[in-house]
């Protein structure tokens, strides 16, 4: 219920209908109540925010990484960020508020590389990339280096305290590019890291490479590899 002081032009305190009124430094504010929407808890919804949920933390995990983002730069059209288009392009792949295999931390336009072999642990990661000659058309007098990049996705905690999920960017040891043998790479955990990754069943690793220039700056991008 709202107070008139002074008539009916005098100041207004409290609430009428729609309309409320109070002092602010000695002037009288009058403004409109906000209506509330009532939140909907269909399943539909409450899908889609947690879909959109998991893509916002797996942007965050996958661009926290420098040449990542770069690679999402590299494709953007004026009017979007980075951010938004790994989102939009992300959760039109997740499922049920998981990520699939079809995700990706790397835009489509990526040259192909594919797994030679793999080995995810809570000590370490270790990841051998099949020989690149033939994949794509590399500029070997500018790109001279590589270094693989990967987001470590966890679901799957018998711990009830436990996060649903955890995502952790991993970045390995930049190598000298090389296209006619394998590659390899590992990346070892530190304890703290290992009591997380050891207290999830499940693992997913995203992996993308990058080639860089002498002076580290990244000149392409691969195709996403995801890894069980």
Same mark, same amino acid.
């Given at each position: 219920?709202?107070? *008139?002081? !002074?008539? *009916? ?9 729609? #309309? ?19 939140? $909907?808890?269909?399943?539909?919804? #409450? ?12 942007? /965050? ?25 790994? #989102?939009?392009?992300? =959760?039109?792949?997740? /499922? @049920? ?6 995700? *990706? =931390? +790397?835009?489509? !336009?990526?040259?192909?590389? $594919?797994? %030679? ?5 809570? %000590?370490?990661?270790? =990841? ?6 033939? /994949? ?6 500018? @790109?001279?280096? %590589? ?23 991993? @970045? ?13 790479? +590992?990346? %070892? ?7 997380? =990754? ?11 490479? #990058? ?18």
């Amino acid at each position: 219920m709202a107070e *008139i002081k !002074s008539g *009916i032009l005098g100041n207004v305190r409290g609430a009428v209908g729609k #309309i409320t009124g109070r002092i602010y430094k000695g002037r009288n504010i009058i403004s409109q109540r906000p209506e509330f929407r009532r939140i $909907s808890t269909s399943p539909g919804v #409450i899908t889609h925010k947690n879909n959109f949920k998991l893509c916002v933390k797996f942007s /965050s995990a996958a661009c926290s990484m420098d040449a990542i983002k770069a690679a999402w730069q590299m494709n953007l059209s004026p009017e979007m960020n980075y951010f938004n288009y790994f #989102i939009q392009t992300n =959760i039109k792949l997740v /499922s @049920e508020g998981m990520l699939t295999v079809n995700n *990706i =931390i +790397t835009p489509y !336009s990526g040259f192909a590389i $594919s797994k %030679a072999s793999n080995a995810i642990a809570p %000590a370490e990661i270790s =990841i051998g990339l099949s020989a690149l000659s033939g /994949s794509y058309n590399f500029d070997t007098a500018v @790109e001279v280096k %590589a270094k693989l990049y990967a987001v470590l996705y966890l679901y799957g905690s018998s711990n009830p305290q436990a996060p649903e999920y955890f995502l952790m960017p991993v @970045e390995f040891d930049t190598q000298a590019l090389q296209l006619n043998d394998p590659l390899s790479f +590992t990346k %070892a955990f530190l304890l703290t890291d290992q009591t997380v =990754i050891g207290g999830y069943a499940n693992r997913k690793v995203y992996a993308a490479l #990058i080639t860089f220039d002498a002076n580290d700056v990244p000149v392409n991008f691969s195709a996403t590899l995801c890894i069980e």
